[in-house]
């Protein structure tokens, strides 16, 4: 019914399908949008159908699943349903609860917005310190690798493994979501997305150096082939 673009605040709804809608209907947003979509869903909802939130129960419930494990996430895993009031928090934890074994939470549109995005900007963080800390152990001719191995076996401490950066269509947008609302209190994550963005960068540039290494070596002009390069790993 809606369709969302992460650059930009922008959505359109399906007229024929609003104005369908009879009072009491439940109209659920899953996609990850900026704080307070689905309060300006509502309005475009509407102004299509005449319904306002208190005759429809509009409420956003954050996806999480994981490519490759989708249909058993969607069963398995805990769920937040954020209501425009609290009948519609109810009407989407009936409708979850249909199919949903995980525990099923509820709180505001507006909480559960931002509850996906800081899933995703805590992950965003995690793996900027460790794709910092590879930068780190580059300068000091320390293994990153062992060095996180070692550094795990703190039982307070799980360091994730560096990378090339952040891909997906998630994490490397989402945590500009939360910067974007409030850019004074966000230092932080928009450190982390600036690392993670400048790892990517750092590796070209270490593919570069090689490859210029390769050249002098070989007299000739070298060809590096990039295989199985992906966001998730198999």
């Known amino acids: 019914m809606a369709s969302h673009n992460p650059t930009s605040t922008t959505y359109w709804l399906q007229p024929a399908r609003s104005r369908g809608l009879q009072p009491g209907n439940l109209v659920l947003l899953e996609y990850t949008s900026p704080i307070g979509t689905t309060e300006q869903v509502a309005q475009v909802i509407a102004e299509l159908s005449g319904l306002n939130a208190d005759q429809l129960h509009i409420a956003y419930c954050p996806e999480r699943v994981l490519p490759g494990r989708i249909l058993q996430e969607l069963v398995s895993n ?14 989407g934890t009936a409708f979850y609860a249909t199919f949903c074994n995980g525990e099923l939470l509820t709180t505001t549109s507006r909480t559960a917005e931002l509850v996906k995005l800081t899933e995703n900007s805590f992950r965003d963080v995690n793996i900027a310190f460790s794709n910092e800390l590879s930068l780190v152990c580059d300068h000091l001719s320390i293994n990153v690798r062992e060095l996180i191995r070692l550094a795990n076996h703190h039982p307070r401490v799980n360091v994730l493994q560096p990378g090339c950066g952040v891909g997906g269509h998630c994490i490397a947008v989402d945590p500009w979501f939360i910067a974007a609302e409030a850019p004074d209190c966000t230092p932080l994550i928009q450190t982390a997305r600036r690392v993670n963005d400048g790892k990517s960068r750092w590796v070209i540039e270490q593919v570069q150096a090689r490859a210029a290494a ?15 390069l992906a966001f998730k790993p198999n």
């Open 214 to 228: 390769l050249e002098d070596q070989l007299g000739r002009p070298a060809r590096i082939g990039c295989l199985g």
């Open 78 to 91: 805990d769920r937040v349903i954020g209501g425009l009031t609290p009948e519609a928090a109810e009407a």
